[in-house]
């Protein structure tokens, strides 16, 4: 069980669990660490709680789970991930909070989502990476065995967005 609610799966430093109405502020906050992601990716300078629990929404009917990743033992909201778990998986976003940032964070979280995956005989990861933001993003994908597959056109709350979709087969 993770601190104050259910947990998904875990890594040697941090809970994944499904974001709850408690974490809008830290996770606004996740967001909110990134400026130049939010001007790139949503043509904004700042989210707000309101419009996180609508994208959580959307991202819920799209068969998406909305999570926290929390430091242990303490529990605080470091990072946020949305993902869609299957036969292939979909990971739609993964951020840590910016002052976290370029430390293994998120290879950590990224390899026990992976991990998770296997567990649930997932055999293809899916991402589509973001061209016109920030190169270390793909160098990060790359390195993890993800292959570039097609470039796409993305659309999130009304901004289009060019990304190419990215593979790793898991099985």
């Known amino acids: 069980m993770g ?24 996770l606004a906050e996740v967001y909110n660490s990134h400026p130049a992601f939010l001007h790139s990716h949503l043509h904004r300078s700042a989210i707000t709680n309101n419009w996180l629990m609508n994208e959580i929404k959307a991202m819920s009917a799209g068969g998406f789970w909305s999570c926290t990743v929390k430091q242990k033992p303490a529990g605080r909201v ?37 991990a998770y995956a296997r567990d649930r005989e997932c055999h293809t990861m899916w991402i589509d990476v ?8 793909m160098k990060f994908w790359t390195r993890n065995g993800f292959q570039r597959v097609n470039p796409i056109t993305l659309e999130w709350d009304g901004v289009v967005l060019h990304a190419i979709r990215m593979a790793k087969t898991l099985s």
């Open 3 to 26: 601190v104050n609610g259910p947990m998904i799966w875990e890594t040697a430093s941090h809970y994944v669990d499904i974001a709850q109405p408690k974490d809008m502020d830290a």
């Open 78 to 114: 470091v990072g946020l991930l949305d993902v869609n778990v299957d036969k292939e998986t979909y990971l739609s976003l993964l951020m840590v909070h910016h002052q976290y940032a370029h430390q293994g964070m998120g290879q950590q979280i990224y390899e026990g989502l992976e």
């Open 130 to 137: 973001v061209t016109e933001y920030d190169d270390r993003v």
